[in-house]
């Protein structure tokens, strides 16, 4: 299979890899069978994207984050969910409720390799398109009218690699788009936007974070109206699967990313 990925868009391949390698372990903690496909496609060494803390990251922040949104769709069946920055996620399949509708958006170059991946689903649109311009809007916008329903916003990996001026942009967008909206972001700290060429995995990469932050007040501070809810480290569920993950998070679990709640 041919694929082709920017330097952010390359970052995706860490989920891919960890999520693949995850599912074929005995008594896997997630499950993505298409990732799995992906990776047995491209052919590619996992090694360089699949280390201890980001893989311990990446899946309790998938189990966290599928949790997040199933609660979420308790109270919102007819819910409008748009997972900003997609990459190669598989999240709709193990969340799907029946009722929602799903929008994948990112940039052209991974939503032509999604296209080659991904079947066609009922419910399901991919938008080629950045999260930083208003274009993929209107579609969302449309559903959400049709359906009468809450949105919610989707944001994994995805906010360490803009600075505070491009997030503000896209919270100005959101915010003056949709009268009402969540958002579950991924927060990253300030020392690892200092001390990124030290990450296992990201460092394999081209990609360069950005910003961070100490508090997910700080992200919503940049845009009157934008509320801070709630955040929760990933090391509430890390540290019930190893003795290493729980060490980690004593000694260093202020400095790793968490899940931040917004609304409007």
């Given amino acids: 299979m041919n ?26 903690r997630i499950h993505d069978e298409i990732a799995v496909q992906i990776i047995e496609s491209l052919g590619i ?9 980001s893989r311990e990251g990446v899946i ?16 919102n069946p007819n819910a409008v969910v748009v997972n900003l920055g997609a990459g190669f ?8 409720n029946g009722t929602i509708s799903w929008f994948d958006l990112d940039l052209s170059d991974t939503i032509a390799a999604r296209k080659k991946v991904f079947p066609e689903r009922e419910r399901v649109s991919m938008i080629a398109g950045s999260v930083l311009e208003d274009a ?5 916008k449309s559903e959400a009218e049709k359906k009468n329903t809450s949105v919610l916003f989707l944001a994994e990996g995805l906010f360490m690699y803009f600075s505070f001026d491009e997030i503000k942009i896209l919270l100005s967008n959101m ?4 009268a009402h909206g969540t958002l579950f972001a991924e927060m990253n700290c300030p020392l ?28 919503a501070a940049l845009v009157d109206g934008i509320n801070f809810v709630e955040e929760h480290s990933f090391n509430e569920e890390m540290k019930k699967y190893s003795v290493r ?17 917004f609304n409007w």
């Fill in 45 to 53: 060494d996992t090694t360089p994207y699949d280390k201890f803390l």
């Fill in 175 to 178: 915010k003056k788009s949709f």
């Fill in 89 to 96: 996620d598989n999240r709709f399949s193990r969340v799907d």
């Fill in 192 to 219: 690892m936007v200092k001390k990124q060429k030290y990450h296992d995995t990201v460092r394999n990469t081209n990609a360069v974070f950005k910003s961070g932050t100490n508090s997910g007040r700080e992200i």
């Fill in 3 to 28: 694929i082709t990925l920017g330097d952010v868009q390359t970052t995706a391949l860490i989920p891919l890899s960890i999520k693949a390698n995850e599912t074929r372990r005995p008594n896997a």
């Fill in 136 to 140: 993929w809007i209107p579609a969302v």
């Fill in 245 to 261: 993950a729980k060490i980690f998070a004593a000694l260093f679990g202020k400095f790793n990313d968490r899940w931040a709640v």
């Fill in 60 to 75: 309790a922040r998938t189990i966290m984050l599928d949790r997040m949104v199933k609660d979420f769709e308790a109270e």
